[in-house]
């Protein structure tokens, strides 16, 4: 029984069109977040939201806009898509805000490909 | 290099047979994640360390600061241990970035 799930784990996609990732977490948590993954393997925040609030909203393109329906569900959705774009984008989420104090779940990455 | 180096990248052993991950940084950090991740599946965070050493079940995960090096160990391993593991750091400067190890993907024989 998956913790945070996010799909699609694959996305390949034309330059221009629009794309959403989906995120569903069953642990009950208040915040979860959307990081973007950089080829040195540094996760990047992009948004965090507690309670379905946005928290979090670093300096990301807005092309990129998250939608939290309820607290287990935080989608992005990513309007013209660029090839800068092409990333491994993953979904978190945790009780309290941070990671410095307590743990993160990830959901399974998925792979962006924009060609 | 990388800021965060984990060893080996792949292990196989046997069921039974006492397991060591070892996680080296070069970064301040605040806090170090152990997670894992089974096939297909997503990434669950096992430990959380700042300090000292911690322990769940058969898994025990150590960390020394002034060396800046964390260890995960799994005693009695078991086939179902077979994931990959994970080790990421929370830079001093931020609450929400990580920087994340390549992972060690284990492979427990039964």
């Known amino acids: 029984d998956t913790a945070v799930s996010q799909t699609p784990k694959y996305l390949v996609t034309q330059m221009g069109n629009d794309k959403s990732i989906k995120c569903e977490q069953n642990l009950g948590h208040d915040t979860m977040y959307w990081y973007k993954q950089d080829s040195k393997k540094f996760l990047k925040i992009m948004f965090s939201?507690?309670?379905?609030?946005?928290?979090i909203n670093e300096t990301v393109p807005n092309r990129f806009s998250p939608k939290s329906p309820d607290k287990a569900h935080l989608n992005l959705h990513i309007n013209s898509l660029e090839l800068g774009d092409s990333a491994v984008y993953f979904c978190?989420?945790?009780?309290?805000?941070?990671?410095?104090?307590?743990?993160?779940?990830f959901g399974q990455g998925t792979r962006l490909t924009v060609v | 290099k990388n800021e965060v180096e984990q060893s080996p990248q792949n292990l196989t052993a046997q069921e039974g047979e006492f397991i060591t991950i070892n996680c080296s940084y070069s970064v301040g950090i605040s806090a170090l994640h152990w997670l894992q991740q089974h096939p297909g599946g997503g990434i669950v965070s096992l430990f959380m360390?700042?300090?000292?050493?911690k322990k769940h079940g058969r898994l025990i995960a150590t960390i020394n600061i002034q060396e800046k090096h964390s260890s995960l160990h799994i005693t009695a391993s078991h086939p179902r241990d077979s994931a990959v593991y994970i080790c990421?750091?929370?830079?001093?400067?931020?609450?929400?970035?990580?920087?994340w190890g390549a992972g060690t993907k284990l492979i427990i024989k039964p």
């Open positions: 990421a750091v929370g830079p001093l400067d931020s609450n929400y970035q990580l920087i």
């Open positions: 360390l700042s300090s000292g050493k």
């Open positions: 939201y507690n309670n379905k609030e946005l928290i």
């Open positions: 978190a989420s945790s009780q309290f805000l941070g990671v410095r104090n307590t743990e993160a779940f």
